[in-house]
């Protein structure tokens, strides 16, 4: 099968991907809370779940609707099942976009769009593999199976789900993350930190809400602060004005019905690396510490500060520890919630090596921590797959011979479902040297790189489940 020029068989194909995944993208596939049994995450993941299947349908594939929250589309025939693991749930579009988050435009070779890189585009990336080998009529002696997600960006059920009825792949690849390889995931869990505040006295400055962050796996971009003041409002408005311009934020004020309420915008990004993006809570936390607050509110967001405040490596909280292969922990400040004498809470997400010794260290950390407790919510331990297995010696194989370069084997913080597999790799979609945009605000895809990523994906179905001549 190497006579075949997949980059030539994709350009065949180019128009149809590009409508394809502009129709998925217009899908607003964000988790909600209106829970159906027809849709268990929302209408419109369920929409975006049948907008695949629907596809795979028209192009001759067998599919499968899992219970509403997943599905697979398969080609090939054998006992051996080879396994493609996409997801077309988003994240929320957050704020501060040059584009409709949800519009699927075209600029400058760039289709803009939530989920265009995480992950809508690489799943329509490997799904035209798929057809383009099902149309060239390649005789395949192993099963493939694109299994698609609806819930990665949250909770997993969708997987947990699937996997309670239908089978494990003997192999598979998730295309959700970066070129060449993924060969170990880091460990994620999210904490829920309750912080024991002393009782509210009155005050000249009552802080009576905080809150931000819309997900654990994303830095919060914006964070809002409801605020009494009893007196000297103008100078109280006149130091937040000053502290947004001295430090170049982007902040406002408004006041309804006496209440003041402070806001703030960040810079959202993905939790496996807060440092590229601008923690909000953190920015307006800092502020608010600094002025004659009542001690309730203070005592909550000085410990904001002081354990998170330019620290996302957990040095403060005691758990900081470097993995020669998997790199640093990393603490993501997610979500806070302060409601005056109702709650007092701060949302963690930690990934780690798997090195770190999780149990051991959350119980040490729970232990030293002061007038504050630790909840574990949820922890998915780390994934690592040996080098030298053959099955990443082949997609290594496949990755230089499609882009003439070495396949480096790559560590990141990043979850994807090839933790879910016994042998399993992320591989792609995102190249060496382009700028990792997931949970971005303009997040892309470059079209030429999907087309790229296309061809290589061809190859990796046809070398892993095509008959050996």
Same mark, same amino acid.
């Given at each position: 099968?190497?006579?075949?020029?997949?980059?030539?068989? /994709?350009?065949?194909?180019?128009?149809?991907?590009?409508?394809?995944?502009?129709?998925?993208?217009?899908?607003?596939?964000?988790?909600?809370?209106? *829970?159906?049994?027809?849709? =268990?995450?929302?209408?419109?993941?369920?929409?975006?779940?049948?907008?695949?299947?629907?596809?795979?349908?028209?192009?001759?594939?067998?599919?499968?609707?899992?219970?509403?929250?997943?599905?697979?589309?398969?080609?090939?025939?054998?006992?051996?099942?080879?396994?493609?693991?996409?997801?077309?749930?988003?994240?929320?579009?957050?704020?501060?976009?040059?584009?409709?988050?949800?519009?699927?435009?075209?600029?400058?070779?760039?289709?803009?769009?939530?989920?265009?890189?995480?992950?809508?585009?690489?799943?329509?990336?490997?799904?035209?593999?798929?057809?383009?080998?099902?149309?060239?009529?390649? =005789?395949?002696?192993?099963?493939?199976?694109?299994?698609?997600?609806?819930?990665?960006?949250?909770?997993?059920?969708?997987?947990?789900?699937?996997?309670?009825?239908?089978?494990?792949?003997?192999?598979?690849?998730?295309?959700?993350?970066?070129?060449?390889? /993924?060969?170990?995931?880091?460990?994620?869990?999210?904490?829920?930190?309750? #912080?024991?505040?002393?009782?509210?006295?009155?005050?000249?400055?009552?802080?009576?809400?905080?809150?931000?962050?819309? *997900?654990?796996?994303?830095?919060?971009?914006?964070?809002?602060?409801?605020?009494?003041?009893?007196?000297?409002?103008?100078?109280?408005?006149?130091?937040?004005?000053?502290?947004?311009?001295?430090?170049?934020?982007?902040?406002?004020?408004?006041?309804?019905?006496?209440?003041?309420?402070?806001?703030?915008?960040?810079?959202?990004?993905?939790?496996?690396?807060?440092?590229?993006?601008? +923690?909000?809570?953190?920015?307006?936390?800092?502020?608010?510490?600094?002025?004659? /607050?009542?001690?309730?509110?203070?005592?909550?967001?000085?410990?904001? #500060?002081?354990?998170?405040?330019?620290?996302?490596?957990?040095?403060?909280?005691?758990?900081?520890?470097?993995?020669?292969?998997?790199?640093?922990?990393?603490?993501?400040?997610?979500?806070?919630?302060?409601?005056?004498?109702?709650?007092?809470?701060?949302?963690?997400?930690?990934?780690?090596?798997?090195?770190?010794?999780?149990?051991?260290?959350?119980?040490?950390?729970?232990?030293?921590?002061? +007038?504050?407790?630790?909840?574990?919510?949820? +922890?998915?331990? =780390?994934?690592?797959?040996?080098?030298?297995?053959?099955?990443? $010696?082949?997609?290594?194989?496949?990755?230089?011979?499609?882009?003439?370069?070495?396949?480096?084997?790559?560590?990141?913080?990043?979850?994807?479902?090839?933790?879910?597999?016994?042998?399993?790799?992320?591989?792609?979609?995102?190249?060496?040297? *382009? $700028?990792?945009?997931?949970?971005?605000?303009?997040?892309?895809?470059?079209?030429?790189?999907?087309?790229?990523?296309?061809?290589?994906?061809?190859?990796? #179905?046809?070398?892993?489940?095509?008959?050996?001549?």
């Amino acid at each position: 099968m190497h006579t075949i020029d997949w980059r030539d068989e /994709i350009k065949k194909l180019e128009g149809g991907l590009i409508k394809d995944l502009q129709k998925l993208i217009q899908i607003p596939s964000v988790k909600s809370n209106e *829970r159906t049994d027809e849709a =268990p995450f929302g209408k419109e993941v369920r929409q975006a779940l049948d907008f695949m299947l629907q596809l795979g349908e028209k192009d001759g594939f067998t599919l499968k609707n899992v219970g509403n929250v997943a599905g697979h589309l398969e080609m090939g025939e054998g006992v051996d099942l080879i396994g493609i693991l996409c997801h077309v749930d988003v994240v929320p579009a957050g704020d501060g976009w040059s584009y409709e988050p949800f519009g699927g435009e075209i600029e400058n070779g760039k289709l803009f769009g939530r989920g265009a890189m995480d992950d809508k585009g690489p799943t329509m990336a490997a799904y035209y593999a798929m057809k383009a080998i099902k149309e060239l009529g390649i =005789p395949l002696e192993k099963r493939v199976r694109m299994i698609i997600g609806t819930d990665e960006e949250s909770d997993w059920e969708c997987v947990d789900r699937y996997f309670e009825t239908e089978e494990m792949p003997q192999s598979g690849f998730a295309p959700d993350a970066d070129f060449p390889i /993924i060969f170990a995931e880091k460990g994620i869990a999210d904490l829920q930190l309750n #912080i024991n505040v002393p009782s509210s006295t009155q005050s000249a400055v009552s802080v009576e809400a905080f809150q931000a962050g819309r *997900r654990y796996n994303m830095v919060p971009d914006h964070a809002v602060a409801s605020v009494w003041i009893e007196q000297q409002h103008t100078l109280f408005l006149q130091k937040y004005t000053e502290y947004i311009k001295d430090n170049e934020l982007d902040g406002s004020y408004y006041i309804d019905s006496g209440m003041v309420f402070l806001e703030m915008k960040g810079i959202s990004a993905h939790a496996m690396e807060p440092d590229h993006g601008q +923690n909000a809570a953190l920015m307006l936390a800092a502020f608010l510490v600094k002025e004659a /607050i009542d001690p309730a509110s203070a005592a909550y967001l000085q410990f904001i #500060i002081d354990q998170f405040e330019g620290d996302t490596r957990g040095q403060r909280l005691g758990i900081a520890m470097t993995d020669p292969e998997m790199g640093d922990v990393t603490v993501n400040a997610a979500l806070f919630r302060y409601e005056k004498e109702q709650a007092a809470q701060i949302g963690l997400n930690v990934r780690y090596p798997v090195s770190f010794l999780f149990d051991q260290e959350m119980n040490e950390l729970n232990k030293r921590l002061e +007038n504050a407790s630790l909840l574990i919510l949820n +922890n998915s331990k =780390p994934h690592y797959m040996k080098p030298d297995d053959p099955f990443i $010696e082949t997609l290594k194989r496949v990755y230089k011979e499609e882009t003439g370069e070495e396949a480096e084997l790559l560590a990141i913080g990043g979850g994807t479902y090839a933790r879910a597999l016994k042998t399993g790799v992320a591989f792609g979609a995102l190249f060496p040297g *382009r $700028e990792d945009v997931a949970h971005q605000k303009d997040e892309y895809a470059i079209l030429d790189d999907l087309f790229r990523a296309a061809a290589i994906y061809a190859r990796a #179905i046809v070398e892993l489940a095509g008959k050996k001549e």
